[in-house]
């Protein structure tokens, strides 16, 4: 069983930065690519953008696209989630999520494990 926490969130000002980490148990972390995903109040849940097992390739929607960065450390079984220049319509629970692969995916379905999340609110 594999479990990934998220830790970071919390309330900014529009304009702001906040980066989000998502630690992983276990000894896979390095086979599999890992994913952010973002719900915000009566919205469905949308992909922010993911890294591949290796941290060689990353895709973002297009919403957070030159904002914000995922990078990840296999050493420490962490993905972060860099996010800058924050607006309102960012505000959100944020979950990590395992892929169930190394590489890239789009949509929920091709994770398999996921966080329980972390508030992210911006203020305008």
């Known amino acids: 069983q594999v479990q990934l926490v998220e830790s970071g969130g919390g309330l900014v000002q529009a304009g702001d930065s906040l980066r989000l980490s998502c630690a992983a148990s276990?000894?896979?972390?390095?086979?599999?690519?890992m994913g952010w995903f973002r719900q915000a109040p009566g919205k469905e849940r949308e992909f922010v953008g993911a890294?591949?097992?290796?941290?060689?390739?990353?895709n973002y929607a297009d919403s957070v696209k030159s904002r914000f960065t995922i990078s990840r450390d296999n050493a420490k079984n962490t993905v972060y989630l860099q996010m800058n220049s924050l607006k309102p319509e960012d505000t959100a629970v944020y979950s990590c999520?395992?892929?169930?692969?190394?590489?890239?995916?789009?949509?929920?379905?091709?994770?398999?494990?996921w966080g329980q999340g972390t508030q992210v609110t911006v203020s305008s």
């Open positions: 276990g000894r896979t972390f390095r086979w599999y690519a």
């Open positions: 999520a395992r892929n169930r692969g190394p590489s890239v995916g789009l949509g929920s379905r091709d994770y398999d494990y």
């Open positions: 890294i591949s097992s290796s941290g060689g390739s990353t």
